[in-house]
Structures are given as structure tokens and as C-alpha cells.
């Protein structure tokens, strides 16, 4: 008998993050991470579950919206979506009246990521795998149609596609192998948010090079550890500093391209490998500046936390406007829309490094960039996935960072795309009546709810 998908349930979830000044940065002040959930039910006992991340309010917004997609999955057969997913992505963006809203961006769109995602969910769940082992398991000919392509063939085509990962399958074994043994490499990013006071961040910096990180927001070299080695293959590329350690930096989007340009090179002697959002995140030509007037300084630049679509990273790629590709798994449509961006990286040799700074997106973000490496781009010399230590103990397969500070290796059969929150969690959080919010911070709920008003 088939199984059909018979209902969804939404979740407004939020968490008090603001409190501590987590998440904080030159454009989000005041910052509660929040998940906009959904589960995805059907007529047997396979469920699938998936988020997208806000900070606050509009959660319940992007709530609303996500009902009105996952309206369009009820009563469909779960194998005939499976089958062809990349049609299925197809299907779910054609509701030309909820697209008008969007199209392909915005609420709508990052909606359609978790709608996306929760599917994507079930699939490995249903086959028993975690979701970046359901995907490195398909031919090159299943993942092509997996994929999300329509606007993109004057910059990728599926035949194109199909002869690179084809190109890559025969030794995919291999790397596979390579990551489970050694992890995948990781920076830290919650040793530095701007609302943390200098002697917090110096604390956390210690700490997380205590615990293996060497890829960071600022530099830190403990009194008798000895610098490593700048010739390195894991710094190539990376115009790391004298300490052997590698400084990022990110401007969340305030500077005008003037300024960012000025801003940044006054501060080439700190040998910064890129700078992050230094401008709109939809400005390509004012991001193609930036690089073009930062390469003599050995500085790239990086981007994507905040681009909303397929098509804004083919621009990127085609003005050459970035060094690092910085896919968001929920800002985009899910799963089938990353492939895409994926595989455009690959073609250009751009490397991807996931944003994951927030809710649940550590979670998800490992299995995508294990899908890059072992399938796609084959790389991960010049990859590294940003780590933030947030929150992780609300789901039931949390992401953990090894000794060596990479990512371990997520491999539960029922772990789906490791995005499933404990029901305590969510009884503890949902907004505005879950348990923290009415008993613990009544005051904090009272204020949130007026400035909803």
C-alpha cells in the first residue's frame, strides 16, 4: 500500500539568545535565535522534519507561510515525490499566487527551505540513512535530477553537470573513507559576536584553540604553542597569519563599497584570509569591486549567508565577485537548490564553506558540505565549515566537533538531515506559550509581544 503524506504541524520556536548577546554583529543587535518548524506527517510512521532560522520576530510569519507550501505536499504519494525530486522542487515553487509573493526570495522562499528540507528529511529517513549518505549513494544521473536547474543553463546544463559528477564518481569511495577517518574541517564562530566584552571573546578565543580550531575571527597563540606551518596544504589559498592561524572577518553588510574597500585594506597587516558580507548582499558588482580592489592584499571575499536564490550565486560566480561560496541551508529552497549552487562552485573553482551561524544550521550544514566534498567538488584542502556552540543539546542528533576541532561525521540511520528538535525542547520554547517564556521570562514575553503589536 502506498503512504501518502497526510498533515503538517508548525512550530513558532525561540530562544532567548538576546540575554547573553549570541548571535550579535554590526547589523543584528539583538539577536533570539529561532526555528520556524515543520513536521511532515503521512499515513504510515515516516515523518520528516525541517526549520528555517530567524532571529526573532517574524518567525511566525515565515510559520505562516510554511503551512500554506506544505498544503501543496497533502495527499501526495511519498515514493512518486522521491523519485524525481528535482520535479518535486519544481512542483512546490509552481503556486503562481504564493510565487507573486516572492518569487524566489523572502519569506516565501525561505519558507519553501524548510518545506524543501522536512521532505528531504523523510526521503533519508525512509531509506534508513543520514541525508548526505542518501545523496553520496546516488548515481550521477539520480543526483542530476535532484537537482534545481531551471534559470541556470547559460551558466551550467544538466548534460554539464552529469560529466562532472561522473567525472568524480569513481573515486568517491575514497574520500568518503578520507572524511569519516579525519572529520571535516571547522572554524569557530561564537568566539567573537560584537556584544561580547573584550575579556569574553580573549576567554573563548583560548578555548577554542585549546580545542584544535585554527580557523577563527581573530587570532590567538597560547604562550608555548608553536606556530604551524604557514607552507601547510590546509592554509594554501588562505593568506594566513604569522601565528599559522587563519583570521576571518565579517561586516554583516553595513559598509557602502567605498568604505568596505578603505575599511579592509587598513587592515591588510592582520592578513585577514576574507572578508564576509562587506556590503549588500545583493550589490554582485559592488562585491566584484570590493574583490577586485582587495586581491593586491592577498584578502578575498566571501558571501552568501544572505543570498536569496540560485541566481544571485551565478551572478557572483560569473562577475567573479567571490573567493568563498557561503551557501545558507535554509535560506535557499532546501536541499535540491544547494546542489545547484554546489555544483556551480565547482565549475568556477570556487571553494563552498557553509554559513552556520544559528539555530539547527550547524546541524544541517555538515551533511552538505560532505555532499561538496565527496561528490561534487572532490576538495575540501581549501573548505571549512563555520562552527558556532549554540544550542545543539535541542536536537536528538546534535552535530559535535571532534578533538582536532573538525566536524564529526553524522551517521545514524534515523538521523534524517539531523534537523529533528526533542518535543521538550519545543514544549520549553514554542512562542509566545511555552514554558520558559510564561514561567521564566514573563517579562521578556511581555516586551516581545508589544513590539508585535
Not at 536536537?395 to 559535535?400: I, L
Request: proline share 5%; hydrophobic share 40%; with cysteine.
Amino acid at each position: 500500500m502506498s503512504v501518502k503524506i497526510t498533515g503538517y504541524k508548525t512550530h513558532d520556536i525561540r530562544f532567548p539568545t538576546s540575554l547573553n548577546g549570541d548571535g550579535t554583529d554590526a547589523m543584528n543587535t539583538d539577536c533570539d535565535y529561532s526555528s520556524a518548524y515543520v513536521t511532515l506527517y503521512t499515513s504510515a510512521d515516516l515523518v520528516g522534519h525541517g526549520m528555517t532560522f530567524t532571529i526573532g520576530r517574524g518567525n511566525d510569519i515565515v510559520c505562516a507561510a510554511i503551512r500554506e507550501l506544505a498544503k501543496r505536499l497533502v495527499g501526495k504519494d511519498v515514493e512518486e515525490l522521491f523519485a524525481n525530486m528535482g520535479k518535486t522542487w519544481d512542483y512546490l515553487n509552481a503556486d503562481s499566487q504564493l510565487r507573486w509573493i516572492g518569487p524566489e526570495k523572502g519569506v516565501i522562499h525561505i519558507a519553501f527551505g524548510a518545506v524543501g528540507n522536512a521532505l528531504w528529511d523523510m526521503y533519508a529517513r525512509s531509506r534508513k540513512k543520514p541525508l548526505w549518505k542518501l545523496i553520496v549513494d546516488m548515481t550521477p544521473e539520480e543526483l542530476v535530477q535532484s537537482t534545481a536547474f531551471r534559470y541556470l543553463s547559460d551558466v551550467i546544463t544538466k548534460e554539464e553537470a552529469l560529466v562532472m559528477l561522473k567525472a568524480k564518481a569513481t573515486t568517491k569511495a575514497e574520500r568518503e573513507a578520507k572524511v569519516r577517518e579525519i572529520g571535516y574541517p571547522a572554524y569557530i564562530t561564537s568566539a567573537g559576536w560584537l556584544g561580547y566584552s573584550d575579556e569574553k571573546v580573549a576567554r573563548l578565543t583560548k578555548e577554542a584553540v585549546q580545542a584544535g580550531f585554527n580557523h577563527f575571527k581573530m587570532k590567538y597563540l597560547p604562550t608555548g604553542q608553536q606556530p604551524r606551518d604557514l607552507n601547510a596544504p590546509e592554509l594554501a589559498g588562505k593568506n594566513a597569519g604569522p601565528t599559522g592561524s587563519v583570521l576571518m572577518m565579517d561586516a554583516n553588510q553595513v559598509w557602502d563599497v567605498p568604505e568596505a574597500i578603505d575599511y579592509v585594506k587598513s587592515l591588510a597587516e592582520l592578513k585577514p584570509w576574507f572578508i564576509e558580507e562587506p556590503t549588500a548582499p545583493d550589490d554582485i558588482i559592488g562585491h566584484a569591486a570590493i574583490r577586485k580592489a582587495l586581491k593586491p592584499y592577498g584578502i578575498g571575499v566571501a558571501t552568501g549567508e544572505h543570498a536569496h536564490n540560485r541566481m544571485v550565486f551565478k551572478q557572483l560566480l560569473q562577475a567573479e565577485a567571490i573567493d568563498v561560496c557561503q551557501i545558507d541551508s535554509c535560506r535557499l529552497a532546501g536541499v535540491s537548490e544547494v546542489l545547484s549552487v554546489s555544483l556551480m562552485a565547482a565549475k568556477f573553482g570556487i571553494p563552498v564553506c557553509p554559513h552556520a551561524g544559528g539555530v539547527g544550521l550547524c546541524e544541517y550544514t555538515i551533511h552538505l558540505s560532505l555532499i561538496d566534498y565527496i561528490v561534487v567538488s572532490g576538495s575540501m584542502e581549501r573548505n571549512v565549515l563555520e562552527f558556532a556552540n549554540h544550542l545543539h543539546e535541542h536536537f536528538v542528533h546534535p552535530c559535535s566537533i571532534s578533538t582536532k576541532g573538525r566536524y564529526n561525521i553524522p551517521d545514524h540511520p534515523d538521523g534524517g538531515y539531523s534537523i529533528e528538535m526533542h518535543k521538550s525542547s519545543i514544549e520549553q520554547y514554542e512562542w509566545p506559550h511555552g514554558s520558559y517564556w510564561v514561567n521564566e521570562h514573563p517579562k521578556l514575553q511581555a516586551q516581545a509581544l508589544s513590539q508585535s503589536e
